[in-house]
């Protein structure tokens, strides 16, 4: 099939090319984010390959659509940037990568609580500047306190696994309860109980309108004071004026964030050389107390292997006709 993989990076290019070789796809690597400007690059293709910050809104779908693409292969599993219904009523197919390494994006949100409770990027530059003083690094046994887990999926699931190896309280908070969950002794609770009662909370839940601005400002004034807040599912999670005063006020106590709800053309990108035109997000780079990785929480060669395997044997699946278990629809939305 031919495929018009846009947002590609050298890291793309490779796991994809030594994928493909089991598909024999024709992969046009293509470095621009798919917006409706971009769209013409991917004219005649069938198939177009996106990631997870490429606009796939109803007039990007449409475009495509004139254009004769009849597939969409996302190489994530979030799926919020998507228009699903304006992709079914156009008879587009929608595939994803529902579980590339779960692990992946576990363990990089313990890996954010331990750094910023231990102050590991403040403490890296002192030693390197020959300041050894501990003013200012102190942090807080693990052990004993209460996380909570609001999304007990794959990923949330995980964190749980992990944190009760540090003998961590769990709290959760899903409309679903996870088997794996109760048995590590996991408590379900309301949110605002969780957010109560919690020392750390941390996000796993996908992007949907219910879930869009979840922890808002009344969410953070229900938050335990001085609680560490962890984001790595999706940046609209989180109202993040809201939080910016939460972290002004200490209400919040530490903040760490793989994502950002205005992500789009600044992660992904080397701006080094650039004045950084967010206010917003530059205002949170200020904070001693906020770690920010730019959307790497997924970037294991695990994951990568599995996300373009995945990718390619969903448009293997499509293209002979044959019924696919990824293809997400509007359908996929409700109740979520
Ligand atoms: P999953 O589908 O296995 O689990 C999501 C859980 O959230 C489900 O148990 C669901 O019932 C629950 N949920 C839905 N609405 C909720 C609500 N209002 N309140 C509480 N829980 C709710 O998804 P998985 O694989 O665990 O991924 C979670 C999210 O992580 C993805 O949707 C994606 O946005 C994000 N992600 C981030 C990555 C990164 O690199 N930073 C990489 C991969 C995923």
């Known amino acids: 099939m031919r495929v018009a993989v846009f947002s590609t990076k050298r890291y793309d290019r490779e796991f994809l090319t030594r994928a493909n070789a089991a598909h024999r796809h024709e992969l046009t690597f293509l470095e621009p984010r798919l917006t409706l400007d971009t ?8 198939a177009v390959c996106a990631f997870v910050n490429d606009v796939l809104d109803q007039p990007v779908l449409s475009a495509l659509a004139q254009q004769g693409t009849r597939a969409i292969a996302l190489r994530s599993a979030g799926f919020n940037n998507v228009d699903l219904e304006a992709a079914d009523l156009l008879g587009m197919t929608v595939v994803r990568v529902p579980a590339y390494s779960p692990h ?19 403490a890296f530059n002192r030693v390197r500047e020959g300041n050894f003083a501990l003013d ?17 999926g794959k990923i949330g699931t995980i964190v749980a696994r ?27 609770l309301p949110l605002p109980d969780l957010l109560a009662q919690s020392d750390i909370v941390t996000l796993h839940t996908p992007l949907t309108p219910r879930t869009y601005h979840l922890i808002d400002r ?15 599912s999706r940046g609209a999670l989180l109202d993040t ?21 205005e992500e789009e ?32 929480a997924f970037f294991t060669r695990e994951a990568l292997t599995a996300i373009a395997e995945t990718t390619l044997a969903n448009l293997s699946l499509i293209e002979r006709g044959e019924p696919c278990p990824n293809v997400v629809t509007s359908a996929r939305l409700v109740g979520s």
Do not use: W
């Open 39 to 46: 769209t013409v690059l991917a004219s005649g293709f069938p």
């Open 104 to 122: 992946a994006v576990a363990e990089h949100t313990v890996g954010l609580i331990l750094a910023l409770n231990r102050h590991l990027p403040r």
């Open 136 to 152: 200012g690094l102190m942090g807080f046994d693990l052990h004993g306190k209460t996380a909570g887990i609001v999304g007990t």
């Open 162 to 188: 992990i944190l009760a190896g540090f003998g961590c309280r769990l709290l959760a908070h899903d409309p679903h309860p996870h088997e794996e969950c109760l048995s590590l002794g996991a408590t379900y």
């Open 218 to 232: 009344d969410a953070v004034a229900q938050m335990r004071r001085g609680a560490m807040l962890v984001n790595t």
């Open 241 to 261: 004026r809201a939080i910016i005063n939460g972290l002004k006020s200490g209400q919040i106590g530490a903040l760490g964030l793989d994502v950002y709800e």
């Open 265 to 296: 053309g600044l992660f992904f990108e080397d701006l080094s050389g650039r004045v950084l035109q967010d206010d917003v997000f530059a205002r949170l780079l200020t904070f001693p107390n906020v770690l920010i990785t730019g959307h790497q």
